[in-house]
């Protein structure tokens, strides 16, 4: 091969690999959005600011709980609320100790909800106690290779040891969306149950943008004073999905709208 095309073959192959590396590396383009933030088109990385930046991530430690739960247990079995989640703080459902309750109900209640002591309730359960269910919950984490995330409870209250970082995150979603019951209860408006001692229990979902933003079916919110106000939203439109993960985020819910309707409007560009 002549040197001149050989050069030519070259630098073509460079322009693919820099083309390529380019197009996978996201790009702060709204610092102002979030502390943190972190948003892909189709599995695709495309906005992101300090996305490997641990933070606090409040309730969003709840898809963890969610996936361990739908990965190793059976959600129509009874659960007896434990003592601990009978006296979980934050929001709740008002769960009574002994109070028996199909798994399904309180896993949905706590990702609709974000119910702490629904929560707290399916970690005894499943792990014994919270301290195991907590170790299952950080080796999960590693074979996730989550490497920006620790947990030390499994509903996500604050504490310096308990944190994760938006591009984490943005992977635990996509781990938590393959399982059909975590997608089925995150797009819930609303939800109703009656406990096996026939106490009702009535909710709301903690998600502002469902049945407001279009396509959106989840997927977990999260607050805490240390955390801020956080988001992992995903919405679906002709055949693209947009996935977005907001940090301690000033205005979420209008963000992270506007956030998704950028996205999809620039999914609608040719390329390039």
Request: glycine share 6%; charged share 25%; proline share 3%.
């Amino acid at each position: 091969m002549h040197r001149s095309r050989w050069q030519a073959v070259v630098c073509a192959w460079l322009l693919l690999v820099s083309g390529a590396a380019n197009a996978a590396a996201p790009v702060d383009a709204y610092p102002d959005i979030a502390r943190a933030y972190w948003l892909e088109i189709d599995g695709q990385p495309v906005w992101a600011g300090h996305a490997d930046t641990r933070l606090p991530m409040a309730s969003l430690t709840k898809l963890m709980t969610a996936l361990l739960v739908v990965e190793q247990s059976h959600l129509d079995d009874v659960v007896t609320v434990s003592a601990t989640a009978a006296t979980e703080t934050g929001t709740r459902l008002g769960l009574k100790h002994g109070e028996r309750i199909f798994a399904r109900d309180l896993f949905t209640a706590m990702l609709v909800h974000s119910a702490n002591d629904a929560c707290r309730a399916l970690a005894d359960w499943q792990g014994g106690d919270q301290t195991a269910f907590v170790r299952k919950m950080n080796a999960r984490a590693a074979e996730l290779q989550l490497a920006n995330t620790h947990f030390t409870d499994a509903c996500g209250h604050d504490d310096r040891d308990q944190y994760s970082s938006a591009r984490d995150l943005a992977r635990l979603a996509r781990a938590a969306m393959t399982h059909p019951e975590i997608l089925a209860a995150a797009t819930r408006a609303d939800y109703r149950f009656k406990s096996l001692d026939g106490r009702e229990h009535t909710m709301r979902s903690s998600n502002n943008l469902l049945g407001r933003v279009k396509g959106v079916r989840g997927l977990k919110t999260g607050y805490t004073q240390g955390a801020g106000r956080c988001l992992v939203a995903v919405a679906d439109r002709d055949g693209v999905q947009v996935l977005a993960v907001l940090l301690h985020a000033p205005d979420r819910w209008w963000d992270s709208a506007g956030l998704l309707e950028l996205a999809f409007d620039r999914s609608r560009r040719p390329p390039p």
